[in-house]
């Protein structure tokens, strides 16, 4: 592994100590060390202490210290104990007291990734991340041994983001697994990762990565910079620092991308934006977000151009299904009804006549009764998750129907809006639609399409006051890029995509270029 | 939506007492219609008629407010029907409350109850649309596509015609064929030969508003000839040994109007071109001849002519100038328009019409020999 995995040595680290106390440093008397180190974790029955004592004099103790359960025990036992204990003879015979630190180094532990630590809060974490502590009587320092282990989940297919022609693997709650899957997909040294760790009392480990290069300095100076301002006691998921880094936090619109796909964090990494990984979810973020991009699918990529090019379209066509379809229904039988074709306007009217609702209060009905099935199927044990379907089916159906309450036809609104909530790709971008979807319905039974006109006129007013990490929200379309357009609504073959942005660069050039020249002559 | 009733048709008849117009609507009852669930499934009918009466079309339409219980809703209306009687007596007024409204559309068809009221022919259900203001509207459509006879104008054309100079407005009519009582109750649509069924007939003339004259049939289509409104139709041909026994269909035609002058006085030339196919032969004709071909065109330029001459000659003498040669005559030679504008009264019926027809049989159909000639 070419990164640093142990978080010990990042300064950010030193802020939160220093909020409570100074460094404290390691005592060289190891009983003094062991006596604090047993008042701090008052005894906890995870803590494990090994005592052993060699040298030519058997002065020299020597204890290592490990959580139960943190660690890979195999690790501890072949790596540290055994070549502690095998050792231990040799150092018996020959090593002097003041050479034992260092003959530990060099000769005795066969663990590759070993390193020193001298202050007391360090040793603290290192025992709490699961790594072993080795101390050594006599001395201010420790050796600290990398053989974190514990249960984990295993890579599995993604469960919130599929598809159907691509890769199937997809993050796992270890970050460490997290950074692999990514890096063996980029092999280029230009690929960095930087962590930073968060949370003043979860401490968690949380890694930025990025392509030197290709994603623009600033980009990376501020991710950086909006991580290292969080102040908060704990992260748990990938929410919690979206919220924390996030530009404008009252939109309903989401201003950054989370994915469990590794392909997908590939390709954003690649198109020069920031992957940003935290240690116990299977989501990362991806940073800057323009709105266009929760309409991609990485499958879009995988697939032939045509088909990804009509599916996206389509995707835009069902997010606008599932924000304005009941608003849109609300209008036309309640203000507009002279825009209906006559067989429609015939046909809604006999469905509408007996309905005890005004349109309004049936597709609200209707829409709260939506969110309670929608809420109810998350939230349930699977085991019961069959009654969801079951009662779901009789209160959105043709039981409310028949009861008279509801008309077919906002059944069919309702289906429809609800099925397309689901088939935009993005699971958050569906989120302000469900929000507006009700403002927009107010907007819609007071004003119909007038009302619902000045409603989107603000939303889109309001889209357009957005940016991710300084990047325009609505950007291609605003400020508008021509070239981009390429892979926006639709997406271009790869080659003419290349060819258009080819001539581009040669525009850009030649116009520099022309630049340059009239400079010169002027 | 459940606070209106759409109103179809609108049906407006001459009134002696209460008001000067009595005024017939037509409204759905939209669970009818559909069917299907919502249905009560033919226990009711799928329109309801409401007339009242009033010296003015709006307050006659209020005053249906006294019958129904909902709002009325004007938008869909499909037709504006106006009965026999009023149309005699002139209909120049009425269209003011049907442009200032923003309710009413420029779409619905005039058409003209003929030898009835708007509210007789109203109150005739019909099978197979289950709206009888559609009923109507299509009926009229269709077979002025196909027949060549009757004409449906939007409310909006008949009004640019009625109140420019150099033209004159027509309409369709429509009579009921057989008792009108029977038509009115639901089980008239449930035999296979209704008591009362609603026939599309007759082309009215106008004259400043007024319903001039009803022309049927050749003399109808004689005027549809000129005025380039006929879609298809067929005319029938006569061959060595039976008249009328080859049976042509018109597929298109074109007519270019022109005005020339001549002196001062206007005079006008018509230029008919049509094409079609032989759609049956009933005698021994050899139709695959060029020559036999050549005499059916002569034959179909001649019946053509003749119907055309026909018409002119009856709008001349109710002088109504349906077929717009005043506004030909302004399109083409402004300047004689505005001198003769005055007298053209008199100047129409003594217009000279110069007709020149063009047929061409383009084909003679999936068989080339008839039964007989063998």
Redesign the interface.
Known sequence: MSFNWNPFHKKKQENHVSDKQKVSHISKDISQNLKKLLEEFEDSSEIVIRELNTGINKDIRIVSIYMDGLVDQTLVNEFIMESLMLNKSEFDKYTPKEDVFNDLRMNALTLSNIKVINDWDSLVLAILSGNTVIMIDGWNEVFNGETQGWEERSIQEPTSQTVIRGPKDSFTESLRVNVTLIRKRIKNANLRLENIEIGKVSRTNVAFMYIQGIATDELVKEVRNRLEKIETDSIIESGNIEEFIQDQTSTPFPQLINSERPDAAVGNLLEGRVVILIDGTPFVLIAPATFFQFFQSPEDYYQRADIASLLRLLRFFVFFISLFAPSIYISL??FH??MLP?PL???????????PFP?FFEALIMEITFEILREAGVRMPRAVGQAVSIVGAIVIGEAA?QAGIIS?AMVIVVGITAISSFAVPSFSIGIPARILRFILMISAATAGFYGMTLLVILIIGHMNSLRSFGVPYLEPLSPFNLTAQADTFIRLPKKLEQKIIMKRDNTVKKANQLNKDGDTNG | ??D?S?VTALGIDKAEEEGRYEVTIEL?N??E??GG???TSGRASTTTIYSAKGDTLISAIRRVSQQTPREI?F??T?TVIFGEELARSGIEDIFDLLERNQEFRSTPRVLIAKDNSAKNILSILSPLEKIPAQKLVKTSKVSGQSLGETLPVKIMEFVKKMTSDGIEPLASGVSILGQSEDGESTTNIEQTTPNSLIKSEGLAIFKKGKLMRWIDREEARGILWVINKIDSTIVNLSCEQKTNAISFNVTDTRTSLRATEANGTPSIDIHVKQEGEIEEVLCKMDISNRDKLEQLEKQIEDNTKQEIERAIQIAKEENSDVFGFGQVINRGNPKLWREIKKDYNDIFPEMEVKIKVDAYVMKTGMKTKSYNQE
């Open positions: 039988t309640t009804q002279e006559f306007l015939i046909n809604l009217a006999a469905q509408r006549e007996g309905v349109a129907v077919p | 939506m459940d209106f759409i759905v939209p669970a219609v559909v669930e919502q249905s809703f938008p869909y499909q």
